[in-house]
């Protein structure tokens, strides 16, 4: 049982700074990086707003942990699902998020985004397949 | 069945608390195994000594020792969210230079990686938060 | 794979019903508890989303019925009351649960 691997989604449905969810929670995803399982993030709701560009917390003495969702990539978390609808309802597009990459190991190191854009349709049948659902 | 419990809320303030608690025993009842009850966030509150309700209130964390102790449940509470917010065993009041240690009986603090091997070794994680 | 779904908070309060609702497809379980049994009421303007939904089985945690001061008579048809021992049940049931904290 424990030498499966199993599809772990991570689901971040909360804004950050505003509490603390967040910033916990990508601190799961980067110790549970080294569980060698099948990582997802999901980002629907207020969630995507942890993916916004130009994150600067020097005015409310916070960490900006912002940057380490560009580590994930090192830590082979590349599947970073972002709902589309949530980013329509929220006035934003691709383009207000960081461009978050990996190099891609069986594809000569490649620089691919792990940004994922998908429909909340789409989304339903990737958390269908998942084994475990973390909720922060 | 193998069940995993994560606690993402403190007592008294979010139901979460007596919810998973009221949870974990039905699971105990139903005569499943708890692998693991993984406190996270302020969920680390509820492994705090120091925690003093009223007499006509039920002591939540009284009550997760007691069902610990009477299942051997393994109480983890996270090292990282518990430093926060002040919740110290022996070896974490030392290593801190720290003057006490509050860690309820029967509970232990240990790392993130408890909460992902829950994960993987469970038949099912079960959360409760806010 | 079939998914229970946990909704604790009143959809007056907070969207994670409706996000929930969005999600969960048919053959799949929502359970409202806590605050989320304000979901389950007749009568209220969000008792027709739910009973729109096809497919879905619908739960509600009579305790927290009970401790909010809703009788079970107020309940939508067709969403079932269950005990904290039916909650273990839907959980061991379905493939997985999800929190809609």
């Not at chain 2, 020792?65 to 919740?87: N, W």
């Not at chain 3, 309940?75 to 039916?86: H, L, N, T």
């Amino acid at each position: 049982m424990s030498e499966q691997i199993k599809k772990f989604m991570y689901i971040n449905r909360r804004a950050p700074y505003g509490t603390i969810y967040a910033w916990e929670s990508l601190e799961v995803v980067l110790i549970g990086a080294a569980f060698d399982q099948d990582v997802s993030l999901a980002f629907m709701d207020d969630g995507v707003y942890q993916l916004i560009k130009g994150q600067d917390t020097s005015e409310v003495d916070m960490k900006n942990f912002s940057p380490t969702y560009q580590a994930l990539g090192d830590y082979d978390v590349t599947k970073l699902f972002v709902e589309k609808e949530s980013l329509e309802e929220r006035g934003l597009t691709l383009e207000d998020l960081m461009p978050l990459t990996y190099e891609d190991e069986d594809d000569d190191w490649a620089e691919k985004a792990s940004i994922r854009l998908v429909s909340r349709a789409e989304l339903a049948d990737i958390l269908e397949q998942q084994d475990v659902i973390f909720s922060f | 069945m193998k069940f995993a419990i994560q606690v993402n809320e403190g007592p008294y303030q979010h139901q979460a608390a007596d919810s998973a608690y009221q949870f974990t025993k039905a699971v105990l009842e139903a005569g499943h195994e708890i692998m693991r009850v993984f406190f996270y966030h302020d969920g680390v509150n509820n492994g705090t000594s120091l925690t003093t309700p009223p007499q006509d209130d039920r002591n939540i964390v009284n009550r997760w020792s007691e069902l610990g102790k009477k299942h051997d449940l393994d109480l983890v509470v996270c090292v990282a969210a518990a430093q926060r917010r002040g919740i110290v065993d022996e070896g974490e009041m030392k290593r801190n230079g720290k003057s006490a240690q509050n860690i309820a009986d029967g509970f232990r603090i240990s790392g993130l990686g408890q909460l992902v091997e829950a994960g993987i070794q469970s038949d099912r994680l079960v959360v409760f938060g806010d | 794979m079939s998914t229970l779904h946990t909704v604790n908070k009143s959809p007056f309060e907070k969207s994670s019903m409706e996000s929930c609702l969005a999600y969960a497809k048919a053959g799949s379980s929502v359970l409202l508890y806590e605050d989320g049994i304000y979901g389950a009421i007749k009568g209220t303007t969000v008792a027709e989303k739910v009973t729109a939904k096809n497919g879905v089985n619908f739960y509600v945690l009579g305790p927290d019925l009970k401790a909010r001061g809703v009788s079970e008579d107020k309940v939508v048809d067709g969403i079932e009351i269950v005990d904290y021992a039916k909650f273990v049940t839907l959980a061991a049931e379905n493939d997985k649960v999800q929190a809609w904290v």
